[in-house]
């Protein structure tokens, strides 16, 4: 299983990013997917959730109504639209796959597989 996260980068206040996550290894469409981010010195934290077919999502507070996530299923990819950002969306993003385990979406431990993170980094 490799989730590959890809999109980061160095933008000013105000810009916007699209982050991609590129699954294989397993049966992307039936999966849930999941965005996480860390920030330096703090924990991680829930960004927003697609269910499979895309038809449900859900989103942190700190970022609802600026991002967006979508996926591809055809493309094995999910995506988060980040429009809007402040240098508090500085972190490291991870998107995840749901390991359907019943604990809520929001949560770490909803997800089985991990990608390996890019970086965001937003100038003020």
Do not use: H
């Not at 927003?48 to 038809?55: A, L, M, V």
């Not at 998107?95 to 770490?108: F, L, M």
């Amino acid at each position: 299983v490799q989730l590959q996260a890809s999109g980061g980068g160095l933008v000013q206040a105000g810009g916007s990013l699209r982050l991609s996550c590129a699954a294989s290894g397993l049966s992307f469409s039936s999966l849930a997917m999941g965005w996480f981010r860390q920030a330096p010195g703090k924990e991680c934290e829930f960004v927003s959730y697609i269910s499979w077919g895309g038809g449900s999502t859900l989103y942190a507070d700190s970022v609802k109504g600026r991002f967006t996530v979508s996926r591809d299923n055809a493309k094995n990819t999910v995506y988060l639209q980040m429009n809007s950002l402040t240098p508090e969306d500085t972190a490291v993003y991870y998107c995840a796959a749901d390991g359907s385990r019943g604990y809520p979406p929001n949560t770490i431990r909803r997800y089985d597989y991990w990608g390996q993170g890019t970086l965001v980094t937003v100038s003020s």
